[in-house]
């Protein structure tokens, strides 16, 4: 018997040194796909995925460009979508962080491979081309991912009243499980860095060639998305897909203007609610498991912190969760070895 799954595809930053060679390694069987991908990006003048994927190196000005990374973990991202095993598992949704948003909408089928690619090049290319604004991360968890009473409202105050400074812009970017991704200019980060807590020893950690994500800074950018990308790339989802906002799009019954207009307006200038995501996908769609694509593994951490605060099968705790994943995986991230088989 199938057991229902919820695919969630991860965002920027998930592509790092370990993951190198991620596409030769799980997907030497999807060659025309890739193929397909790489003809796109050598049309464009970029790098090809196979070439970025394949280099002898792992460079970080190289491969965390948004022009770079956005294309290549979207590759990664979407093969790993074809390779879950059809046979064991019947998608019931779909959903993703941040620029997963538009790896989720192709895996749902509102996006053809091609369209997919052509959204998220797109958009990453711009995205670097403008880079406007900075973001950096900060928990309000402790290590077992209770919340650290006061933390998360501490955090707001401290947002709310440094972007009130004139000449700072600070506003949160994602809601990511136990920790708030944070996005503005030098002056509102700085700020931020100098007069908070440092937690666990790193943070608050600035993302390396991340940009202001999901701020009212990357208008510039969701115009420029809005112009080059037409509304004939969208057309009605196969699985039903869950938004930034916890929003549901049911296969047969969207607007696809309206989703257009979410895709490339309030996804890119508004907060990205992650935890909400998940809520709305454990509440309203019950799997029996979820599906983290790769690459990386980052993603898995949030998706379990969000997944323990929507109250997900009385899961209470890091500790609690590992002991329930012990007994039967229920989250499986594609971009742990130990765990990839499962899916």
Not at 78 to 105: E, H, K, P, Q
Request: negative net charge; charged residues 20%; glycine residues 10%.
């Amino acid at each position: 018997m199938k057991q229902t799954a919820v695919i969630v595809a991860p965002g920027r930053g998930t592509y790092n040194r370990s993951e190198l060679g991620y596409l030769s390694r799980h997907h030497a069987d999807k060659t025309g796909l890739i193929a397909e991908f790489d003809a796109v990006r050598a049309a464009l003048g970029q790098a090809t995925v196979t070439d970025l994927d394949t280099a002898a190196r792992f460079s970080g000005p190289v491969h965390t460009r948004g022009d770079n990374a956005s294309a290549l973990i979207y590759a990664c991202s979407y093969a790993d979508f074809l390779s879950v095993d059809a046979d064991r598992y019947d998608i019931v949704g779909v959903t993703g962080n941040s620029m997963g948003w538009y790896t989720a909408l192709a895996c749902a089928g509102a996006l053809s491979p091609a369209g997919g690619l052509e959204v998220v090049n797109t958009m990453g290319t711009l995205m670097q081309e403008h880079l406007i604004g900075e973001q950096l991360i900060y928990p309000f968890v402790d290590g077992d991912w209770q919340e650290i009473p006061g933390a998360r409202s501490k955090t707001l105050s401290a947002v709310s009243e440094i972007n009130a400074r004139s000449g700072h812009v600070l506003a949160v970017s994602i809601d990511l499980g136990g920790m708030l991704v944070l996005a503005g200019d030098e002056a509102g980060l700085a700020a931020f860095e100098a007069e908070m807590p440092r937690v666990q020893d790193r943070f608050p950690m600035r993302l390396p060639n991340h940009a202001g994500f999901h701020t009212s800074l990357q208008e510039p950018v969701a115009a420029a998305g809005r112009a080059k990308l037409g509304a004939e790339l969208f057309r009605q989802p196969k699985h039903t897909l869950i938004d930034g906002r916890g929003a549901l799009w049911r296969p047969g019954a969207c607007d696809l203007e309206a989703l257009r207009s979410y895709t490339l307006g309030h996804q890119v200038v508004e907060p990205y609610d992650f935890t909400a995501a998940l809520r709305v996908a454990a509440r309203e769609l019950m799997p029996d498991v979820f599906i983290v694509l790769g690459p990386g593994a980052t993603l898995g951490g949030a998706t379990a912190q969000s997944l323990l605060m929507s109250g997900w099968r009385g899961i209470d705790s890091k500790s609690a969760f590992q002991s329930a994943q012990a007994e039967d995986l229920r989250m499986i991230s594609m971009g742990r070895e130990d765990q990839r088989a499962a899916a």
